[in-house]
């Protein structure tokens, strides 16, 4: 089990280091390219429109081979992902349009290997909280070192980095064990009841999917516009990396202790929880007058993202049968996607027509309405069911 969690930290550490790059890295390089936020938004929203639409599709065709579909759906993506990043390197300072396309590619495949890479823990039983926090450190170190190293070297490095990284995930999944099979009894009974709409199955799912867009609407602003928010309190790249790498680290103790966490409060309770801190992040980065109080505000990312990454998939594991895991975990990400979609598209028009602060307050109200559609269905249960 040790060797399997090692090997699963670093699938994770390896997703979310290029997750630095591509998404938290996406205006700074798209903007080196001649990009405007409204265009860097609309390509970031025709990635998750994409991943929207082909994340339930991965997902069921993984789900068709449980011990080897994740693998093999993985592998392509990655491939995918692979030469698009190729392309962005080519396109360098030639195309702008070209580099969107495939900087839009590589984002697009980026958030359709979310689900599964969660997967991996559900489908062999390895503990998610300390991989993910590998994730976490992954995550906030590269992106304080490019934002150290970008002005220096130009923007040039991240398309590299990309390519790397992601090979690398590629081997680190290949050597990654296979899930062990259902039995047959069990594999009839799971395409008997995939017939049924998912969602009509497990409807408090759905209400959760339906809270969170909010949520992560607001992450998705307070991160991927986190230069424009930083330059307008008065810093640059540096400040923006030092701000991300903060509310990298702060999710470390959450994810580190989530297990003890989990024996005091539930899931459900944990997750409407954190709706409050996504709206409290967002209020309090609109409200935050310079950079060290914008620092400060980082801190909360430990009660909003970090809190719902792990809780969300603790909530799955105990409410949603293991033959639909990967399915479960797909239509929880889509969420992200969607959210993505919106805050991206509108968060960029914002910022263009009436500047960041109307755009965090954007934000900020679609948090709070998602936080409230959360709370209402962590703690309506029996009336949600039968209401569905």
Not at 25 to 31: I, P
Not at 76 to 100: D, Q
Not at 148 to 177: D, E, K, N
Request: glycine share 10%.
């Amino acid at each position: 089990m040790r060797s399997r969690i090692l090997r699963y930290s670093a699938i994770q550490c390896l997703f979310w280091v290029n997750f630095a790059i591509v998404s938290g890295n996406a205006s700074v390089y798209l903007k080196s390219q001649n990009l405007s936020d409204t265009a860097i938004g609309a390509v970031i929203a025709a990635a998750g429109l994409g991943s929207a639409f082909l994340s339930p599709r991965m997902a069921e065709w993984a789900q068709r081979d449980r011990e080897r579909g994740l693998h093999r759906v993985s592998m392509v993506l990655l491939s995918v992902f692979s030469a698009s990043a190729a392309a962005v390197m080519f396109l360098f300072g030639r195309s702008p349009a070209g580099t969107a396309f495939a900087w839009g590619i590589c984002a697009l495949m980026m958030q359709c290997m979310l689900p599964l890479v969660n997967s991996f823990a559900v489908t062999t039983g390895v503990p998610f909280g300390g991989p993910r926090a590998a994730g976490s450190v992954g995550y906030a170190v590269v992106i304080w070192v490019f934002g150290r190293i970008v002005p220096l070297t130009g923007t040039f490095i991240l398309p590299g980095s990309m390519l790397i990284v992601y090979l690398l995930l590629m081997a680190a999944i290949l050597l990654y064990p296979h899930p062990d099979p259902l039995p047959a009894p069990a594999q009839a009974e799971v395409r008997q009841e995939r017939k049924g709409f998912f969602l009509r199955r497990y409807p408090e799912l759905g209400l959760l999917v339906a809270g969170s867009v909010g949520l992560y609407l607001s992450h998705m602003v307070v991160n991927t516009f986190a230069f424009q928010i930083v330059t307008a309190k008065g810093g640059g790249t540096e400040e923006m990396g030092i701000g991300s790498a903060i509310a990298a680290l702060v999710e470390l103790p959450v994810m580190m202790g989530f297990a003890r966490i989990n024996r005091r409060f539930s899931a459900r309770t944990l997750l409407w929880v954190s709706g409050v801190f996504f709206t409290l992040k967002s209020l309090f980065t609109l409200l935050s007058p310079n950079l060290p109080l914008y620092y400060l505000t980082q801190v909360l990312q430990m009660g909003a993202f970090a809190l719902a990454t792990v809780a969300s998939v603790q909530y799955i594991a105990e409410t949603i049968p293991p033959e639909d895991a990967v399915k479960g975990q797909s239509w929880y990400i889509m969420a992200t996607t969607i959210g993505n979609v919106i805050g991206a598209q509108a968060g960029g028009f914002f910022r263009d027509q009436w500047g960041v602060d109307a755009m965090l307050v954007f934000a900020t109200v679609l948090s709070g309405l998602g936080a409230a559609i959360v709370f209402a269905a962590m703690h309506r249960k029996a009336a949600v069911q039968e209401y569905c």
